[in-house]
């Protein structure tokens, strides 16, 4: 078995804050531990098609990083080396090259990969593990919807920033008797939006896992003005399900402006919304998300050192561990509709248009 002496680090998917604090304790847990080079691949695996990009990655490459959002190594949500997409003849055609990209590791010296991702990055991770390609895998993604690992770096941060906003809206709601939407992320789950409504002191959530009625949600309003609160503050995930009469038109526009002009329609009150979008994505990363990254960082170089391949670092009862890849994807973890947090939520008054 031979010796590991390099190993290649990139980062793949949507960016998330905690990202630079992986590479920078990957980084420095490799070289002042183990004395191994370190390979820089950049933007995701598309690093590997092209391996003139990639680079090595000194001590000095990740100093003043760790606050940084963002990723020094650079991301996209494209770069699939088994279905990847090149134009041929003015026709776009679909190509396996993941032989060319275990190939060109090769050439790079690289002994092992840490590949930093969600679950598509990881989808990719295993199908190369599988093709004798020696990979770990850290967790990522600000929607907190991996099941293998109780909190993924990048929620904490996402979870902040949605609250800051919500905060903000809701005095500005207050002010002028408004209905105010806040839409945040969460395409197939609710973790930021029921989070960070409760934290925000939202009204209404809605999120992917309980589906709502516009109905419900005006007799809420109603129920508010009976009280004398002039306003409220709604809080969307993006991948909320619509009504079914306004499915036609998700296209035409952002969930939140849809359901934003229905409300108004049924109270016949001024409506506003805001959509956040990826200022959730950007900026510092949290105290929180910055040590669980640093921890991850070290927990997968440890795992290279070990030759314990395949495997995702994971978080389990506040205890670092780690976990078969092929157990750790295409298994979503939602939000349970009747949760603590659900019911936390609807025992102070929060309504999820059900």
């Known amino acids: 078995m031979s010796e590991i002496r390099c190993i290649g680090i990139c980062t793949g998917g949507g960016?998330?804050?905690?990202?630079?604090?992986?590479?920078?304790?990957?980084?420095?847990?490799?070289?002042?531990?183990?004395?191994?080079?370190?390979?820089?691949?950049?933007?995701?695996?598309?690093?590997?098609?092209?391996?003139?990009?990639?680079?090595?990655?000194?001590?000095?490459?990740?100093?003043?990083?760790?606050?940084?959002?963002?990723?020094?190594?650079?991301?996209?949500n494209r770069g699939n080396p088994f279905h990847y997409k090149t134009v041929e003849n003015g026709e776009e055609v679909t190509r396996d090259i993941s032989d060319e990209v275990i190939t060109n590791s090769r050439k790079l010296g690289i002994d092992a990969v840490i590949t930093i991702g969600g679950d598509g990055s990881q989808k990719i991770a295993l199908d190369l593990a599988a093709k004798?390609?020696?990979?770990?895998?850290?967790?990522?993604t600000i929607d907190n919807d991996l099941s293998a690992t109780e909190v993924t770096f990048g929620f904490d941060t996402a979870l902040q920033t949605a609250t800051d906003a919500i905060d903000k809206i809701h005095t500005t709601a207050e002010s002028h008797h408004r209905i105010m939407i806040v839409e945040v992320m969460g395409r197939d789950a609710g973790w930021i939006a029921i989070g960070a409504g409760i934290a925000g002191g939202a009204h209404v959530i809605l999120i992917p896992e309980i589906?709502?009625?516009?109905?419900?949600?005006?007799?809420?309003?109603?129920?508010?003005?009976?009280?004398?609160?002039?306003?409220?503050?709604?809080?969307?995930?993006?991948?909320?399900?619509l009504p079914p009469e306004l499915r036609e038109n998700r296209r035409a526009s952002a969930i939140s402006n849809l359901i934003g002009n229905a409300i108004s329609a049924g109270t016949n009150k001024d409506v506003r919304v805001s959509?956040?979008?990826?200022?959730?994505?950007?900026?510092?990363?949290?105290?929180?998300?910055r040590i669980l990254a640093t921890r991850f960082g070290v927990?997968?170089?440890?795992?290279?050192?070990?030759?314990?391949?395949?495997?995702?670092?994971?978080?389990?009862?506040?205890?670092?561990?780690?976990?078969?890849?092929?157990?750790?994807?295409?298994?979503?973890k939602a939000v349970k509709p009747d949760g603590e947090l659900a019911r936390t939520a609807r025992a102070i008054g929060i309504c999820f248009g059900d």
Request: charged share 20%; hydrophobic share 45%; proline share 5%.
């Open 299 to 332: 927990a997968a170089v440890e795992l290279v050192a070990k030759r314990d391949f395949g495997k995702m670092v994971c978080l389990r009862s506040e205890r670092i561990e780690a976990v078969q890849i092929a157990d750790a994807v295409g298994i979503m």
């Open 132 to 140: 004798g390609m020696n990979l770990v895998g850290v967790p990522k």
């Open 275 to 289: 959509v956040l979008g990826h200022i959730q994505r950007g900026g510092s990363p949290t105290p929180y998300d």
């Open 15 to 76: 960016d998330a804050p905690g990202l630079n604090a992986v590479i920078r304790a990957a980084v420095k847990a490799a070289i002042l531990k183990y004395n191994w080079t370190v390979i820089g691949i950049p933007d995701g695996f598309d690093g590997l098609i092209w391996p003139e990009k990639s680079r090595e990655l000194t001590l000095k490459d990740v100093s003043g990083i760790l606050p940084r959002g963002g990723t020094i190594l650079g991301t996209t």
């Open 211 to 241: 589906p709502f009625t516009i109905q419900k949600i005006c007799e809420h309003v109603a129920q508010r003005e009976s009280f004398g609160k002039r306003f409220t503050v709604i809080v969307i995930a993006e991948g909320a399900q």
